[in-house]
């Protein structure tokens, strides 16, 4: 039977597709197209010849065999092959041919494109909104001819997300979905911070400064620890740059969101106390390092600092440290030590005055 193999072999070499794979994949839906003609034979094998632009089916039927004592139900052996081409078969196998090709082709694209994304996981690339009236729930952000998807829980509250704006995002996840290559961006991950910043600070990309820890509610406020690797480097003044340009130039692509940079420190105490900033702590309680809990002593004018809108500061310093923190009024904390010495030394004036 007649087939323009040469023609296929010539479109899968323009999408770098190999003959060993064409052939593979042709045979078997060839077979698998010959199995659902009537009569059919069971045992069927495709055998190409690409020379001759044409295919045989060769089959084999099934030969019963007699029952003996020590086999009482034998598997009936196969006959020899033979050519079981059917004649009416060239339309149904130039159709499984094109169907084959169509699928080799989305395949090789699958994998370029899945190849070309697998490496930029973690990553912060650059696309273009295109909303799609289909899927309401997601954003798509196109990344040269590659769709991405903004999902809901990646997206920023409030943050509009305008058709044909070019926005950078965070890679979060490569994968082979059902459709094809599937890509999830993010614009509320902590780590799209990270990126932002490195394309800003040279100090980051040496390695004389490193971002330690993030802490981040988006849309509102980030709390970043940063600690210098190099003697004599400031870490925070790296990350604010000259006037400040660096951080600005990452807040340009959050929006409204703050951003706080912290010392990092490897002292829990001092660490805390940083990380409550722009608030002012007098002091740090360590209750427990094992539970990772302690009180920091604020003076009353800065508690609402501390606290921040809604409690804002304080959990996100928090998460920063990993520590659970408590804050306690400074002012209070003394007057209630001062009532305490006092009732201890009223009892103490009284047991020396009984005796």
């Known amino acids: 039977m007649e087939l323009d193999l040469n023609g296929i072999y010539q479109l899968a070499r323009e999408q770098e597709i190999d003959t060993e794979t064409v052939d593979e994949a042709l045979s ?20 190409l010849d690409p020379r001759a632009g044409t295919f045989t089916i060769w089959a084999q039927d099934e030969i019963p065999q007699e029952p003996t004592e020590d086999d009482p139900h034998p598997t009936p052996k196969l006959g ?20 084959v090709i169509q699928q080799l082709f ?47 829980r990646e997206q920023v509250p409030g943050e509009r997300y305008r058709h044909g704006e070019r926005i950078r995002v965070y890679v979060v996840n490569v994968s082979r979905g059902l459709k094809g290559p599937e890509i999830i961006v993010s614009r509320s991950h902590p780590e799209l911070v990270r ?4 394309r800003e600070v040279p100090e980051l990309v040496s390695g004389a400064v490193s971002i330690m820890a993030i802490a981040r509610e988006a849309g509102a406020r980030t709390k970043i620890a940063v600690r210098a690797n190099t ?29 706080d940079i912290v010392d990092w420190s490897n002292d829990p105490a001092t660490f805390v106390a940083a990380a409550l900033s722009p608030a002012v702590v007098s002091g740090v309680q360590v209750i427990s390092e094992k539970n990772q809990t302690a ?20 959990r996100l310093a928090a998460k920063l440290t990993g520590w659970k923190i408590g804050i306690e009024s400074e002012e209070t904390f003394a007057k209630k030590q001062a009532a305490l010495k006092a009732q201890q030394e009223a009892a103490q004036s009284g047991e020396n005055s009984g005796n």
């Open 106 to 152: 989305r395949k090789a694209e699958d994998d370029k494109i899945f190849g070309a994304f697998s490496g930029q996981r973690g990553k912060l690339i650059t696309g273009v909104v295109q909303q799609d009236a289909k899927d309401t729930a997601n954003v798509h952000v196109a990344v040269g001819d590659v769709e991405a998807i903004l999902p809901r």
């Open 28 to 47: 078997e839906a060839l077979r698998l197209a010959y199995l659902k003609t009537p009569h059919a034979a069971k045992h069927a094998r495709v055998e």
């Open 231 to 259: 003697p004599g480097v400031n870490p925070k003044g790296a990350l604010i740059g000259p006037g400040g340009s660096r951080v600005r130039a990452v807040m340009e692509n959050l929006g409204p969101e703050k951003i």
């Open 295 to 314: 009180i920091a002593f604020i003076h009353d004018d800065q508690l609402s600092l501390a606290i921040g809108k809604e409690g804002q500061n304080a």
């Open 80 to 99: 020899e092959e033979y050519d079981d081409t059917p004649n009416d078969f060239g339309r149904l196998a130039a159709a499984t041919a094109r169907q």
């Open 195 to 198: 990126r932002l910043f490195e």
